[in-house]
């Protein structure tokens, strides 16, 4: 301890007979903590002291602002009974995403009687729970305060899930203890197992790199998503924390169902409760007229913001054959859009993204007569998967989801242009765009006059 009081001889025993003598409860013991106790002490560090008392429950947390020097001191003290304060160490720290703790403590005095009991030189708390119930919940909480555009209210639930985050994945990383609230941020930040931008996320998460709230959607989703992924292999140790249900669905799937279902942003007015009017207790849409209706319509975006709704449950559907001349799958497309394509012999056409706000080139991907047709109607980019002949949704799996703005076919009806919100990364390799290598193009030339178009 080389700054503050510590500097003032005799500070410390000054104070620990000062606080042997408080009102209340005969005092017991007397032990330094925090940043003094850890040799980590600032000029700008308090002085953790915790008085431990004889009786039964008490706790009193006096304050004092103390002239050291030339420099006031704040001496923060905490006064509880012997018996809860031993107890209190049996609980994971509050501030140690989950993590267990070890932290150094010095007994500054003691009555003979009990010095046994709090002669101590560390303080050990035990790990938290995992939580995988609340984690989840807490993506819950998220998604539905972003639909509603309660924006503090998704940050609150964001740093929520992330802190709980470490306390499942812990159960797959080696193992660690903390001894401070730095140390327990960096320990969570750095596990060596965790889901792909792990880091990156948390940040997001925990407000400590602020993003726009569909990001911070997609952070939350990675996260969750990635931890119950790499928490399956301990589905029977969790099960005997959450419960025999949730430990099944985690091994099953169901889970990583919900998850996903939690991910699907969903922008619009939109009732849920099973028992309304409507498919199924389905979700119930304002339609393009301004009534209300059923099925998955591409609602009217508000001033500044995109029209988006949740992925309905669509299962793979594989392709039996190409056919040139129409869809090679069955699709629900409106039959005045389909009879426009020109298709490949696969019965696909080309689909180039692009970013609605910057009007970077992102990707190139391919649409079938389905694919375009849930692009179109629920405002998330879908595509034909050549190589795994099955649908997939822009981001469902990575988080870097696409929320379509405009879709528009080219002139000879074999290509489609595709705006969207991009979050995150377009490409797979983790870049903004897939168009990233430029080419040497050695025969450039200065352009000459712009033509407005052909002459007659």
């Given at each position: 301890?080389?700054?503050?009081?510590?500097?003032?001889?005799?500070?410390?025993?000054?104070?620990?007979?000062?606080?042997?003598?408080?009102?209340?409860?005969?005092?017991?013991?007397?032990?330094?903590?925090?940043?003094?106790?850890?040799?980590?002490?600032?000029?700008?560090?308090?002085?953790?002291?915790?008085?431990?008392?004889?009786?039964?429950?008490?706790?009193?947390?006096?304050?004092?602002?103390?002239?050291?020097?030339?420099?006031?001191?704040?001496?923060?003290?905490?006064?509880?009974?012997?018996?809860?304060?031993?107890?209190?160490?049996?609980?994971?720290?509050?501030?140690?995403?989950?993590?267990?703790?070890?932290?150094?403590?010095?007994?500054?005095?003691?009555?003979?009687?009990?010095?046994?009991?709090?002669?101590?030189?560390?303080?050990?708390?035990?790990?938290?729970?995992?939580?995988?119930?609340?984690?989840?919940?807490?993506?819950?909480?998220?998604?539905?305060?972003?639909?509603?555009?309660?924006?503090?209210?998704?940050?609150?639930?964001?740093?929520?899930?992330?802190?709980?985050?470490?306390?499942?994945?812990?159960?797959?990383?080696?193992?660690?203890?903390?001894?401070?609230?730095?140390?327990?941020?960096?320990?969570?930040?750095?596990?060596?197992?965790?889901?792909?931008?792990?880091?990156?996320?948390?940040?997001?998460?925990?407000?400590?790199?602020?993003?726009?709230?569909?990001?911070?959607?997609?952070?939350?989703?990675?996260?969750?998503?990635?931890?119950?992924?790499?928490?399956?292999?301990?589905?029977?140790?969790?099960?005997?924390?959450?419960?025999?249900?949730?430990?099944?669905?985690?091994?099953?799937?169901?889970?990583?169902?919900?998850?996903?279902?939690?991910?699907?942003?969903?922008?619009?007015?939109?009732?849920?409760?099973?028992?309304?009017?409507?498919?199924?207790?389905?979700?119930?849409?304002?339609?393009?007229?301004?009534?209300?209706?059923?099925?998955?319509?591409?609602?009217?975006?508000?001033?500044?913001?995109?029209?988006?709704?949740?992925?309905?449950?669509?299962?793979?559907?594989?392709?039996?054959?190409?056919?040139p001349s129409g869809p090679a799958r069955p699709s629900a497309l409106d039959p005045a859009i389909a009879a426009r394509l020109r298709?490949?012999?696969?019965?696909?056409?080309?689909?180039?993204?692009?970013?609605?706000?910057?009007?970077?080139?992102?990707?190139?991907?391919?649409?079938?007569?389905?694919?375009?047709?849930?692009?179109?109607?629920?405002?998330?980019?879908?595509?034909?998967?050549?190589?795994?002949?099955?649908?997939?949704?822009?981001?469902?799996?990575?988080?870097?989801?696409?929320?379509?703005?405009?879709?528009?076919?080219?002139?000879?009806?074999?290509?489609?242009?595709?705006?969207?919100?991009?979050?995150?990364?377009?490409?797979?390799?983790?870049?903004?765009?897939?168009?990233?290598?430029?080419?040497?193009?050695?025969?450039?030339?200065?352009?000459?006059?712009?033509?407005?178009?052909?002459?007659?």
């Amino acid at each position: 301890m080389d700054h503050g009081p510590s500097r003032q001889l005799g500070f410390l025993d000054d104070w620990t007979d000062r606080l042997r003598r408080l009102p209340g409860p005969p005092v017991v013991g007397v032990l330094l903590r925090g940043s003094y106790a850890r040799g980590a002490a600032t000029p700008y560090s308090d002085v953790d002291i915790d008085v431990l008392v004889s009786g039964g429950p008490y706790a009193a947390y006096p304050a004092f602002l103390v002239e050291a020097g030339e420099r006031l001191t704040h001496l923060s003290v905490a006064v509880r009974d012997v018996e809860s304060w031993l107890e209190r160490l049996d609980r994971p720290a509050e501030w140690s995403f989950g993590l267990p703790v070890i932290a150094p403590v010095r007994l500054l005095w003691a009555h003979g009687a009990w010095r046994s009991s709090v002669d101590l030189t560390e303080i050990r708390q035990r790990p938290a729970e995992p939580d995988l119930e609340e984690l989840v919940a807490a993506l819950g909480k998220v998604g539905g305060a972003c639909a509603s555009g309660a924006e503090y209210d998704a940050r609150l639930a964001a740093a929520d899930l992330a802190r709980r985050c470490p306390s499942v994945l812990r159960l797959a990383n080696p193992a660690v203890t903390v001894a401070s609230r730095p140390d327990a941020l960096a320990a969570a930040l750095d596990l060596p197992v965790a889901p792909d931008g792990y880091r990156d996320d948390m940040l997001t998460c925990l407000g400590l790199r602020p993003d726009t709230l569909a990001r911070l959607h997609a952070a939350a989703y990675r996260l969750v998503a990635g931890t119950v992924a790499l928490a399956r292999p301990y589905a029977e140790e969790l099960a005997e924390v959450v419960g025999a249900d949730l430990g099944a669905a985690l091994r099953d799937g169901r889970l990583d169902r919900y998850v996903a279902q939690l991910a699907r942003p969903n922008w619009i007015a939109a009732t849920t409760s099973p028992g309304l009017d409507g498919p199924q207790g389905g979700v119930a849409l304002a339609t393009p007229g301004g009534g209300s209706g059923y099925g998955w319509t591409v609602p009217v975006p508000r001033a500044k913001q995109s029209g988006t709704m949740p992925v309905p449950d669509l299962s793979p559907v594989t392709a039996p054959g190409p056919a040139p001349s129409g869809p090679a799958r069955p699709s629900a497309l409106d039959p005045a859009i389909a009879a426009r394509l020109r298709r490949t012999p696969d019965g696909l056409v080309a689909a180039v993204v692009r970013a609605h706000d910057t009007g970077d080139v992102l990707m190139v991907a391919w649409m079938d007569d389905e694919a375009l047709h849930r692009t179109l109607t629920t405002g998330r980019a879908t595509y034909w998967s050549r190589s795994r002949r099955e649908y997939w949704v822009k981001g469902e799996t990575s988080g870097h989801h696409q929320y379509v703005r405009t879709v528009a076919l080219d002139c000879d009806g074999d290509a489609l242009l595709v705006s969207v919100d991009q979050v995150g990364a377009a490409c797979h390799t983790g870049s903004w765009s897939c168009f990233s290598d430029e080419l040497p193009v050695s025969g450039a030339t200065s352009a000459g006059p712009t033509s407005a178009g052909p002459t007659t």
